[in-house]
C-alpha cells in the first residue's frame, strides 16, 4: 500500500513544460520525497535511474562537468541504460555530492531533453549555507507531510471523492459526517508523516504510530548536531521543545523567555533560521495592514511559530489521544485544543497557497488567526476548535477592512452567511477548491 499524492500531478505538469528544468524537491525529512520521485518514475516514465549519494561516492564523476560523460559513467554504475528521452533521473541525498548539485546547470544547458528530479534531507540549510548552487537553473517544489485528504483517499476513497464533489449549502446526513470524523480524529493523531499514517491506516494501532513518531522526533534532533553549526545546536533543540508551550498562551506570539530564560532575540536568530530553512516550522508573522503584496507591511519582530506536522506536535507537547477524540472537554486542555486545531489548518493552507499566511492584531484589542491571500483578495480566517464560533476578532476586522469573504473553521457544517464562509476543520483541504465557487458568487 501507498498513499496517492497530489504532489505528482504537477510532477506530470512538471514533465510536460517546454522549458523544463532539473527539478529540485524541497521538504522535511521522512516526509516521501524519495517514495515520490520513484513512483514517478514507475508511473510516468519508461524507465529510471536512481542514484543515492549517501551510499555511492561520485564527486570524480561530477567532476566532469560534462553531462554527457556523466551520463555515460552512470550507466555503467547503476547498470541502467540512461536513454534521455525516455529515463528519469533520480539524484536522492544530493546534498551529499556538492559537484551534483552544481552539475544540474550544465545538465539543463547541454542536455534538456533529460528529466532529472532532485531532492536531499536538509536541502534548504545546504543551500542556505552557501553551497554551489546553479541558481537560475533549476525548477522548484515543496513537498509537505500528507495531507487528510491524501490520507482518506486511501482510507475512505469513496468518502474523499464525496467531499472533493461537495458544494457549498449541500447538506449531509450525520452517519456520513461521522465516518467522516473517525478518519479525521486517526489523521489528527497520526499526523501527516507518510510512515505514522501507515500505521494507521493498515490498522497497526496507535501505540505503532507514537514509536514512528518518537524516531523521527529523535531523528531530528540528531540533525540539529550532525548538520547544523556547534554554536546553534543547543538553541535550535531549546526552540523546538518549546514550541507546545509557545501554543499554549492564549496569545500565541513567541516569546524567547519561553525558549530560555534570559534569552535573547539576536542570539536565537539562527536557530530560528535553520528550523525554517529544515521544513520542521512555519513562521507566521504579524501583518497590521493586509494589502498587496503582504510582505511589505509585515512586522518581522513579531511572529507565531507552528511545527510542520500536527502529529509530531501532538507527540512532541504529549497530548495523550483521548484528548483528541472525546466529545467532552477535558479538564486543562481547552487552549492548547485550539492551538493544535490551528496548526492543523496552517499545515492544509501551506499545501495549497503560494503566499504565507499572517496574523492580524489591531491595538491589542483584536487578533484574527491568519490571513490568507487569494488571487487579489486578502481574507481573514478564523479557527475554532469545536461549535463556539463567536468571534469578536472577526467581526471588528469585517467592520474596519470590510473583505469580501471571512472564513471560519469549526465543527459546524459547512455554510455561507452573508460573507462568512463556515467550513468543518476536516474539509480545510478543500478550501481553496471551495473558494473558486464562492468568491465567484459574491
Given at each position: 500500500m501507498a498513499f496517492k499524492r497530489d504532489l505528482l500531478e504537477k510532477l506530470m505538469l512538471w514533465k510536460k513544460s517546454t522549458n523544463r528544468k532539473p527539478l529540485v524537491i524541497e521538504g522535511a525529512r521522512q516526509v516521501g520525497k524519495t517514495w515520490l520521485m520513484k513512483e514517478f518514475g514507475r508511473t510516468c516514465f519508461e524507465q529510471f535511474t536512481y542514484i543515492n549519494f549517501e551510499e555511492l561516492n561520485l564527486q570524480d564523476v561530477f567532476a566532469e562537468k560534462n553531462p554527457h560523460a556523466i551520463?555515460?559513467?552512470?550507466?555503467?554504475?547503476?547498470?541502467?541504460?540512461?536513454?534521455p528521452q525516455n529515463t528519469l533521473l533520480i539524484f536522492d541525498e544530493i546534498q551529499e555530492c556538492k559537484p551534483a548539485l552544481n552539475a544540474l546547470k550544465y545538465f539543463y544547458e547541454q542536455m534538456p531533453e533529460l528529466a532529472i528530479v532532485a531532492a536531499g534531507s536538509l536541502l534548504g540549510v545546504s543551500m542556505a549555507a552557501g553551497d554551489s548552487f546553479p541558481v537560475g537553473k533549476v525548477d522548484h517544489i515543496t513537498l509537505y507531510?500528507?495531507?487528510?485528504?491524501?490520507?482518506?483517499?486511501?482510507?475512505?476513497?469513496?468518502?474523499?471523492?464525496?467531499?472533493?464533489?461537495?458544494?457549498?449549502g449541500d447538506a449531509i446526513a450525520t452517519t456520513l459526517e461521522e465516518r467522516i470524523k473517525r478518519h479525521f480524529d486517526d489523521y489528527r493523531v497520526c499526523g501527516g508523516m507518510p510512515e505514522a499514517a501507515m500505521c494507521m491506516a493498515s490498522g497497526e494501532g496507535v501505540e505503532a504510530v507514537e514509536k514512528v513518531q518518537t524516531n523521527i522526533l529523535k531523528d531530528y534532533q540528531l540533525d540539529f548536531s550532525k548538520h547544523a553549526s556547534k554554536t546553534i545546536i543547543?538553541?535550535?533543540?531549546?526552540?523546538?521543545?518549546?514550541?507546545?508551550?509557545?501554543?499554549?498562551?492564549?496569545?500565541?506570539?513567541?516569546?524567547y523567555q519561553l525558549v530560555k530564560q534570559g534569552a535573547r532575540a539576536r542570539e536565537y536568530e539562527d536557530a530560528l533560521q535553520w528550523l525554517r530553512q529544515a521544513g520542521l516550522i512555519h513562521q507566521v508573522y504579524l501583518n497590521k495592514t493586509p494589502n498587496i503584496p503582504l510582505s511589505a507591511y509585515d512586522d518581522l519582530s513579531a511572529f507565531k511559530?507552528?511545527?510542520?506536522?500536527?502529529?509530531?506536535l501532538r507527540k512532541l507537547a504529549e497530548v495523550p489521544v483521548a484528548a483528541l477524540v472525546t466529545k467532552d472537554d477535558v479538564i486543562g486542555y481547552r487552549e492548547f485544543k485550539g492551538a493544535f486545531a490551528e496548526n492543523y489548518v496552517l499545515q492544509s493552507l501551506s499545501t495549497q497557497s503560494i503566499v504565507n499566511l499572517r496574523y492580524w492584531t489591531s491595538n491589542n484589542s483584536a487578533e484574527v488567526d491568519f490571513l490568507l491571500q487569494?488571487?487579489?483578495?486578502?481574507?481573514?480566517?478564523?479557527?475554532?476548535s469545536g461549535k463556539s464560533t463567536s468571534s469578536r476578532s472577526l467581526t471588528l476586522y469585517n467592520a474596519d477592512k470590510h473583505p469580501i469573504l471571512r472564513i471560519r473553521y469549526?465543527?459546524?457544517?459547512?455554510?455561507?452567511?452573508?460573507?462568512?464562509?463556515?467550513?468543518?476543520?476536516?474539509?480545510?483541504?478543500?478550501?481553496?477548491?471551495?473558494?473558486?465557487?464562492?468568491?465567484?458568487?459574491?
Open positions: 551520463i555515460q559513467q552512470l550507466a555503467l554504475i547503476s547498470g541502467n541504460k540512461i536513454d507531510p500528507l495531507t487528510f485528504k491524501e490520507y482518506l483517499s486511501m482510507v475512505d476513497e469513496a468518502m474523499c471523492e464525496h467531499l472533493s464533489n461537495r458544494q457549498v543547543p538553541r535550535i533543540g531549546h526552540i523546538y521543545r518549546s514550541i507546545p508551550s509557545q501554543l499554549s498562551k492564549e496569545n500565541r506570539k513567541f516569546i511559530i507552528y511545527l510542520s506536522d500536527i502529529g509530531l487569494y488571487d487579489t483578495y486578502i481574507l481573514p480566517v478564523e479557527v475554532k469549526s465543527d459546524k457544517d459547512l455554510k455561507l452567511d452573508d460573507n462568512l464562509l463556515n467550513i468543518p476543520l476536516y474539509m480545510a483541504d478543500w478550501t481553496f477548491a471551495l473558494l473558486n465557487g464562492v468568491i465567484t458568487s459574491l
